[in-house]
């Protein structure tokens, strides 16, 4: 292991102005990477390369889909995609490490890379980096870093917004609320109409962090000064919802996928959720599209997206580099990716796509990152407490929508535990 | 009063130590009072030396050590070391029993390990009441036996996975059980698994529920070695069929009893599946219990230490309800 970072190790540089930027402007000039060029010689020995990921059964194919030009340059090497459950899958990695052993590959999300790193399952690519041709395609927001180190490099992004049901807004002859009363005020009406306002994940677990982040932050509570009075306003906000049948108390429970289910079963003109659901939303009848969330000045959308690296008991370090160059972070692949899952590619070339352009709620993700886009995991929040800072904030999140407790005092505990966790 | 043909026909009978003997044979008593209680079996006479002996049990005991021990051990070790997924693969700073005093110390520590022994008593109770009467249900003599028989038999086969995400489907707001409900007259829908005060007793009972085959097989079994002299004579007696179930089956069952509730105390204090699918532990910690909570410290949260003293605690409790039960079984059995 070349370097182990200390406790306070941060994920620095994770500046999603940065992403806007690469994002926005897109287009600015940058040559393919040339590993696509001619095969390397000697390539006749057999070799296989082992990927872990979490991606769903349909993501596993799209992957084979993703590796076509790698295997057709490399005929000799098998790929074996293994997949492990999202919740297992940093554990795994590092029980391997302990081993000895692991992938060539590594697909995993931002909350893994601190205990993934520490561990050693994968070391620093600061050399591999500056190497690469199109790393100017790549803005500064998505590389992960950790006491100054890059252990990672996100090839597309994933954030939430305010899905909403047009063909509902239109026939109640209501605009696209952009600020919190103006919600309300068509949730009301949905309400009168015998339906839910919004759907959103209220699960306990990380997931519900996501999906109040952008309503504590709203409220003015960040993780740099975490203050009581934006939390308890923020669970107010929440079980007023519940109270007045704006949302339904049953979102304790939901997952992100559940969730959106209800909303395109019809049970409420909004919801808050991901540009993962694009294809999910393209198969129901009536029209929705994305909107940004009608936050305050304050509030601020999480950015993630899955990181890759290789691992750092690749036998075959190079042709893993080389697998992840000509997928994950060609132009190509990440086009693949964004036309089978929606995901906001990381690269400039790729985001200035007609495929973004042309298609309204992709473009109103990009509009979302744009305005409201913010670093995942939080800079605030020490690397080695993330995860136990996400799940205690879900908790709560999960709490208030299930009205456990008053929010002044489910406020109060919250922060009361948060703060040990945010100390140094 | 027994005729021969019955005694032919008459299915093995399950003693107090689990030996099946025929009915009717030597093995066993005549007379009423001795018919449910099996004559002990003679001990055979051991002709290996004691260092053969002991040579056979080794490979057990190789694999018990190293499949049981070891890892209770290694648990109890990371629990008193600073261990999250970060530093597992470093040396592990001794922090002696910090994650012991941490775990009490925590906000919802005593309400998880009060929703533990809830969840415990609930699931033990209706388990083993629901099971006896499944097993009284498909007694041979009821019509419809094995259909019934059948159908416990494929539910208890069915996992837990399924189970739950089934009951889940059911129990939702918009799901059957709550249609069901609005149709008779309920004036909004019930939150089996998203009101805090239900979560818990919702999944108990789904568990409660799913316990329910297993235990009335044992009990059934148990049934079934029950002397037909003795129900008989209760009934030549004139006992109705509640003084049947209750002085000659019930009575009869005692042993099975025993264990069946050691057995249902561990599945339910070891419960993990259901919550997992069904509540998430939610809402918040409201149906969160030990195994769950060490589930979120040591994979969730990464604290592989927090969650191995929450295991260790977990482990300790089912292990004193266990010594209680074993320890009456044994002044129950007669001496040798």
């Known amino acids: ?424 | 009063m027994s005729g021969p043909s019955r005694e032919k026909h008459a299915p093995p009978s399950l003693g107090a130590r689990g030996q099946a003997h025929p009915v009717g044979s030597p093995l066993t008593g005549e007379s009423l009072l001795g018919a449910s209680r099996p004559l002990r079996r003679r001990q055979p006479q051991y002709t290996y030396r004691g260092d053969r002996r002991l040579a056979l049990v080794i490979p057990a005991a190789a694999l018990i050590l190293a499949l049981s021990i070891f890892p209770i051990i290694q648990l109890a070790n990371m629990s008193l070391h600073d261990v999250t997924l970060a530093t597992l693969t470093h040396d592990w700073d001794f922090v002696g029993l910090r994650k012991y005093q941490e775990l009490f110390a925590h906000p919802d520590f005593w309400k998880i390990l009060g929703n533990t022994l809830a969840f415990v008593v609930v699931v033990t109770a209706l388990g083993l009441v629901g099971g006896f009467a499944a097993a009284v249900a498909v007694s041979p003599q009821k019509r419809g036996a094995s259909f019934l028989l059948g159908l416990m038999v494929f539910l208890w086969a069915m996992p837990p996975v399924v189970v739950a995400s089934i009951w889940k489907f059911l129990l939702s707001g918009d799901g059957l059980v709550n249609t069901i409900l609005l149709n008779i007259g309920f004036s909004e829908r019930v939150g089996f698994l998203f009101d805090k005060d239900l979560a818990l007793w919702s999944v108990a009972l789904v568990n409660a529920w799913a316990v329910i085959p297993f235990n009335a097989l044992i009990f059934r079994a148990a049934i079934l070695g029950i002397d037909p002299n003795l129900i008989e004579a209760a009934e030549m007696d004139g006992a109705g069929a509640w003084q049947r179930i209750r002085y000659v089956f019930i009575a009869s069952v005692r042993p099975s009893t025993m264990v069946l509730t050691v057995l249902t105390v561990v599945y339910a204090f070891r419960s993990f599946d259901y919550i997992y699918i069904m509540t998430a532990g939610g809402p918040g910690t409201a149906s969160t219990t030990l195994p769950y909570f060490a589930y979120v410290e040591a994979l969730v949260n990464r604290d592989i230490a927090g969650g191995a003293a929450t295991a260790i605690l977990a482990l300790l409790i089912v292990v004193i309800f266990a010594y209680v039960y074993v320890r009456d079984l044994r002044r129950g059995e007669p001496e040798d």
């Not at chain 1, 049970?267 to 999910?280: D, H, K, L």
């Open chain 1, 1 to 424: 292991m070349e370097s182990t970072p200390n406790r306070r190790g941060r994920l620095a540089g994770l500046a999603a102005w940065g992403a806007v930027a690469s994002l926005a402007l897109g287009a600015c000039a940058g040559g393919d990477t040339d590993v696509t060029a001619s095969p390397p010689p000697g390539n006749d020995e057999p070799v296989t390369l082992t990927v872990w990921h979490y991606y769903s059964a349909d993501g596993q194919a799209v992957l084979d889909d993703l590796a076509a030009p790698f295997t057709d340059r490399h005929p000799n090497v098998e790929l074996e995609f293994v997949f492990i459950p999202v919740e297992q899958l940093t554990t795994r990695v590092v029980t391997a490490a302990s081993a000895g052993t692991g992938p060539d590959v590594l697909l995993f999300g931002a909350s893994g890379l601190y205990d993934m790193a520490s561990s050693g399952a994968i070391l620093p690519m600061d050399d591999w980096w500056s190497g690469y041709a199109d790393q100017d395609q790549f803005s500064d927001g998505v590389i992960h870093r950790i006491d100054g180190d890059i252990y990672a490099v996100a090839a597309y992004v994933n954030l939430i917004g305010l899905w909403y049901n047009e063909d509902m807004l239109s026939d109640w002859g209501v605009d696209l609320p952009t600020t919190i009363p103006e919600l309300e005020a068509v949730m009301d009406r949905a309400v009168a109409e015998g339906i839910n306002g919004i759907t959103l994940t209220g699960v306990p677990g990380v997931e519900s962090q996501w999906q109040g982040f952008p309503w504590f932050t709203s409220h003015g509570f960040s993780y740099g000064d975490p203050q009581a009075t934006a939390m308890e306003d923020t669970f107010t906000m929440l079980q007023d919802w519940v109270a007045k049948g704006y949302l339904s108390a049953e979102a304790s429970t939901w997952d992100q996928h559940t969730s959106f289910q209800h909303f395109l079963a019809g049970s409420a003109p909004f919801s808050v959720n991901g540009n993962w659901q694009v294809g999910a939303a393209s198969e129901v009848e009536f029209a929705n599209s994305v909107a940004p969330l009608p936050l305050s000045a304050n509030g601020g959308v999480l950015l993630g997206g899955e990181l890759q690296n290789i691992g750092a008991f690749s036998e075959h370090p190079d042709l893993a580099r080389e697998f992840v160059e000509m997928t994950f972070f060609s132009a190509e692949g990440q086009l693949l990716l964004l036309e089978n899952f929606g995901t906001i590619p990381a690269r400039g070339d790729a985001a200035a796509s007609p495929l973004i352009g042309d298609n309204p709620i992709l473009s109103g993700f990009v509009a979302i990152v744009q305005q409201q886009g913010r670093p995942s995991p939080s800079p605030e929040v020490p690397s080695a407490s993330v995860n136990e800072v996400e799940n205690l904030v879900g908790n709560y999140w999960s709490r208030a929508i299930a009205r456990d407790g008053d929010p002044r005092g489910l406020a109060a505990d919250l922060i009361a535990q948060l703060l040990p966790l945010l100390e140094d």
